[in-house]
Structures are given as structure tokens and as C-alpha cells.
């Protein structure tokens, strides 16, 4: 019996004398770096520590591509984008004790944007390990419990032998639907001991497919045909599935209006006529999907941002197609499907039926003249013009990277497409090791990063990373003196803001301090700068003084 996924057990004579007569000089690092390499990766980030010295000696004997940030967080968040805009796992290479836990936050992020980051961390020697207090140079009582609770799979190693396979299995598991971060950890004297095991070769670690139970997806298409109001919520996950096409599919099938949640910006055309784009902060869009009679809701566990602050309550049929098991009806009861966004949608479009419905096209233009209606009578002509000049800029190509910040909270509600953000886990310091991290993925292509003057002190160092690799990364700071959201929050809560103003660099001077050309920008030139860092090579920094505004929220009406 063949099955697709046989594996050649036989050796050839190749492998045979190469397994007999392996490479002197090598140790338990190259056990590392062997099995990266042939599990298909080709791009590692992270930052060297004593303990983890034998995985970044190994390198150099290694085809591999390194790219070492200044900030174990910001390396995580450079891997996490790599893995976000290329479906592939990323490595992470993390020394021990401090350098692991300065990756948490990154990896909170990766799992709530469920990006495959392979974080591959150092231990204290294995005499050292069991809970005992020895006193090794940043020994943990637990080191894998500061993980448990953020990755998808913890896989620990305490012999050679055991690298291959703990690391092709942290590599399955990153990638089996729902993708997401997992932590493989291997003592220092295991990297650092020499090995005579054979060379490391090909690897299998095939992830799983999530395939949908046929009956729910029958009884989901019966209803959706049947809907007299249907409508379709898409997440994340639809992005991560490389699903787009298959939803286009189904809602032009069926006639169901389409609305994107922030992590699924590009899950549908944005000028589609089906398409309610992503003002999932705006009354109207919640009141539109609470009156579908069915809701289809693809991806997404319609978390706090997805359901307008928790004031969405469906009236309708709910059906949700999640791969997090966690996720499926944590919210709303629904008829939960727990399956890959792409094999459910492809399994509906095979089998539901078409379902007619010219007036569905109005219904949508309805709720944005509505929605643009109230945006325009809340006079923030500024925010609307600096948001359209970013975009007018940016290359049709180029990804874009933003941190949490006023300009970025506009861009989740209007920016026309896809982006990534770091709205999962809601940390600081995202956008710009993150373009870093897109920018190694592809050199060849401008990416564009956007921070607030808070967000940006937290990643600043990383432009000796961007300066040193000559990476096409064009960095947007938009400095309005503090912590602006939090500054809006407190005002409008306690009618005065603490602890939100702060003090910073002369961000021009800083960036040029570094090699890296920077440019003080109006919002009237904003475009033209930009257009100009954009069609320059190597890294640029442009900054605009100025006080944005974000529109009034819906869900304390």
C-alpha cells in the first residue's frame, strides 16, 4: 500500500557513506542547524547567550541566514512577521533565563496572530536541571512553565539523539492549523558536546490537516442557502489559511455581505460589492450583522475588538469555523466547525447552493454611507488625509507593519487591505522589527513600518539591525509626545491624563546617528517623503510631528 506521504526508508550510497564518515568538529549545535535546514528553512532570527553559544557556532558551518537583532522581544517579533507573510515556520534562537523571557511578549503576539515562530532556547547544564537551586548563570526553577501558558506544544530535549526529532516536531505542530509558536529547550552542554551522529538530512514533519465533519458542513450550507439575511465575519484566520479565494467563492455564491476583522484585513476585495471593509468599531456594522438571520463567522473567536467591545449579540443562526478548538462558541452558541478556514470554505462552495439576491448590494452601500457619515461629521479631515497619504505612498507590493498607535487604530477600520498589526496580544514595540523581519523574508521589496513616538523607544535600537543587513524598511514615526491613545482614554475617563507625556530623542538626529537617513516630514509633504524613502535603498525614518485624533467609539452609546 502507497500512501502520499511515504517516506524513502532505503539510504543511498551517498547517504550511507556519508552517515559512516560524518564531518569532524561538529556538535550538538549542528544537530541544530542540520535538521533547520532540512526541515526547509532558510532564514533564522535571534541573539546569542552563553548558553546557547554551540547553535550560533553552528551557523557558521551552515547555509543558513542569520539575522540578530539587538532585543530578544524584537527578534520574536521580526520572526513572527517572517512567518506571517510567508506561511513558514521561523526559527528564533534564544540563549537562557533572561534572553528566553525577554521573548514572551513576542510570542504572546505570535500565538494571537497565530504565526509559526519555532523559538529554539538554551538551558542550564543537565546536571543543573529537576527543580533543584544550583546557582548556574540564569537557572530557573521551571523554565518551560514560563512558555506553557503562551506557545502551542513545549518539546524539551536532554540528549543528542533527541534534537531531530523534538525540533521536527515543534516544527509540525507550528504548523498544523491553528499555526502558533512552540519552544523547543536543550541544555548548554548538550549544544556544546561534540557528536559523532550522523549528518542530519532530510526531515519529515508533515503537519495535520484539520479537515471539516461532511454533516456540519451540510447542515452550514442548507442554512446558508436557506438565509434570507446572511452575512459572513472574516478572521485571522482566513489570511493564515491562504483562504481568500475560496471566501470570495462562497459569498458571491450566496450573495452574503462580507465584513473583515482586523486581523483579517485582505481576507476580501475591499471594494467588492459585497464587502462592509472593516469598521467592526462602528454601530452600524454591528448592527447590520446582529440582524442576519444567518452568520457565518470564519476564523475568528469574535474576541473583544471582533465584536465591537462585546455589544455585538447575534439574533440570528450562528456558524463558526474555527481551527482553535478553545474558540468555538467561547463567545456565542453556534453550530461550531472545528476545521482549516480553507478545506470548511472549500468543502461549503462544493455543496451550497446558489442563492440569489440583488438587494444585498445596497444593503451594504447602506451601512458605509452610514458609517462614512458619521466619520466625516466628527471633523478629523487630519487623521483621514495622513491615513490616505500613507496609503497613496506605499508601493502595491509592499507589506506594512504597525504598532499599536492612534494612526494604526484608523488603519484597522480603514486602511483599504491587508496589514499586520500587533492587535493580538495588544503589546508596544511591534511595527518596526517586524518590517525587519518581513524585509530579511524579501529584500527585494520596500516594506513600510509605523509607530508612535511611545511604541518607537521600545525598538529603537533596531536600527543598527536594519543599518547592518541594509534592509529596505521605511520606518514612520508619528510623534505627538506621549502615549496618545492613553492620553485620549484617561481624558474622556478622569478629565486629566497622568504618566502619559513623555520625554524623547530628536528621532532625525537619532536614525542618522545610526547611518540611517531621516527626514522630519508636515502632513502636507508626508506622501511625497515617503514616496521618496520608499524608492531609496536601504533603511529611512520619517517622522511627523503631530496629534492625531481617533473617532468617537460606538460601544459606550
Do not use: C
Not at 485582505?266 to 460589492?273: L, R, T, V
Not at 465584536?307 to 456565542?332: C, M, W
Not at 466619520?375 to 504598532?403: G, K
Request: zero cysteines; hydrophobic letters at 45%; proline letters at 7%.
Amino acid at each position: 500500500m502507497t500512501h502520499d506521504h511515504d517516506i524513502e526508508l532505503t539510504p543511498t550510497p551517498e547517504q550511507t557513506a556519508a552517515a559512516l564518515n560524518p564531518p569532524a568538529g561538529r556538535n550538538g549545535g549542528d544537530l541544530v542547524v542540520e535538521t533547520l535546514h532540512g526541515l526547509g528553512a532558510a532564514t533564522v532570527f535571534g541573539l546569542p547567550g552563553q548558553h546557547a553559544l554551540g547553535m550560533f557556532d553552528a551557523l557558521r558551518r551552515s547555509t543558513l541566514k542569520y539575522v540578530g537583532l539587538r532585543v530578544e522581544n524584537n527578534a520574536g517579533f521580526a520572526a513572527d512577521a517572517y512567518g506571517r507573510v510567508t506561511g513558514e515556520v521561523a526559527p528564533l534562537l534564544l540563549s537562557t533565563g533572561p534572553g528566553s523571557l525577554m521573548s514572551l511578549a513576542a510570542l504572546q503576539e505570535a500565538a494571537a496572530a497565530s504565526a509559526p515562530v519555532l523559538a529554539i532556547g538554551s538551558q542550564i547544564p543537565v546536571a543543573g536541571l529537576g527543580g533543584g537551586r544550583h546557582g548556574y548563570l540564569h537557572e530557573l526553577r521551571d523554565q518551560q512553565a514560563s512558555f506553557r501558558d503562551i506557545v502551542k506544544s513545549v518539546h524539551t530535549v536532554r540528549t543528542q539523539s533527541q534534537i531531530p526529532s523534538a525540533i521536527a516536531a515543534a516544527w509540525k505542530s507550528a504548523l498544523t492549523a491553528p499555526h502558533g509558536p512552540v519552544w523547543v529547550e536543550i541544555p548548554q552542554d548538550v549544544l556544546l558536546a561534540e557528536t559523532t551522529l550522523p549528518q542530519v538530512t532530510a526531515m519529515d514533519a508533515t503537519p495535520d490537516d484539520l479537515v471539516p465533519r461532511p454533516e456540519l458542513t451540510a447542515v452550514a450550507a442548507d442554512l446558508l442557502a436557506g438565509a434570507e439575511r446572511p452575512a459572513i465575519i472574516a478572521g485571522g484566520g482566513v489570511v493564515r489559511a491562504d483562504a481568500t479565494g475560496k471566501l470570495l467563492a462562497l459569498a458571491e455564491r450566496v450573495n452574503a455581505p462580507v465584513v473583515s476583522t482586523f486581523g483579517g484585513k485582505g481576507a476580501f476585495p475591499w471594494e467588492h460589492p459585497l464587502s462592509l471593509q472593516s469598521w467592526m468599531e462602528d454601530r452600524h456594522t454591528t448592527d447590520f450583522l446582529e440582524d442576519a438571520d444567518v452568520l457565518l463567522v470564519i476564523g475568528s473567536g469574535l474576541g473583544e475588538l471582533s465584536s465591537n467591545y462585546h455589544t455585538f449579540k447575534p439574533r440570528g443562526r450562528v456558524i463558526q469555523i474555527e481551527a482553535d478548538a478553545g474558540k468555538l462558541e467561547s463567545n456565542h452558541p453556534a453550530l461550531g466547525i472545528h476545521a482549516d478556514a480553507r478545506l470548511a470554505l472549500q468543502a461549503l462552495v462544493e455543496t451550497v447552493a446558489e442563492r440569489p439576491d440583488d438587494a444585498a448590494p445596497a444593503r451594504v452601500a447602506a451601512v458605509l454611507k452610514a458609517v462614512r457619515e458619521r466619520i466625516d461629521a466628527q471633523e478629523l479631515t487630519l487623521e483621514q488625509e495622513v491615513l490616505a497619504s500613507v496609503r497613496e505612498a506605499l508601493p502595491a507590493a509592499s507589506p506594512s507593519f504597525w504598532d499599536m498607535t492612534i494612526l494604526a487604530y484608523w488603519a484597522w477600520s480603514a486602511w483599504p487591505g491587508a496589514l499586520h498589526s500587533a492587535q493580538g496580544a495588544g503589546g508596544l514595540g511591534y511595527g518596526f522589527p517586524a518590517a525587519i523581519g518581513a524585509a530579511a523574508a524579501d529584500p527585494t521589496t520596500p516594506v513600510l513600518a509605523v509607530s508612535g513616538d511611545g511604541g518607537a523607544m521600545y525598538s529603537i535600537a533596531e536600527l543598527a539591525t536594519a543599518k547592518q543587513y541594509d534592509l529596505n524598511v521605511t520606518w514612520l514615526i508619528v510623534d505627538d509626545g506621549g502615549y496618545g491613545i492613553l492620553r485620549e482614554y484617561m481624558t474622556d475617563a478622569f478629565g486629566e491624563a497622568t504618566a502619559t507625556e513623555l520625554a524623547r530623542p530628536d528621532f532625525v538626529a537619532l536614525a542618522e546617528s545610526f547611518g540611517v537617513p531621516g527626514v522630519r516630514t508636515t502632513p502636507e509633504t508626508l506622501r511625497d517623503d515617503l514616496a521618496k524613502a520608499f524608492a531609496a535603498p536601504g533603511p529611512r525614518v520619517v517622522v511627523l510631528p503631530a496629534v492625531l485624533r481617533m473617532f468617537a467609539p460606538t460601544h459606550l452609546d
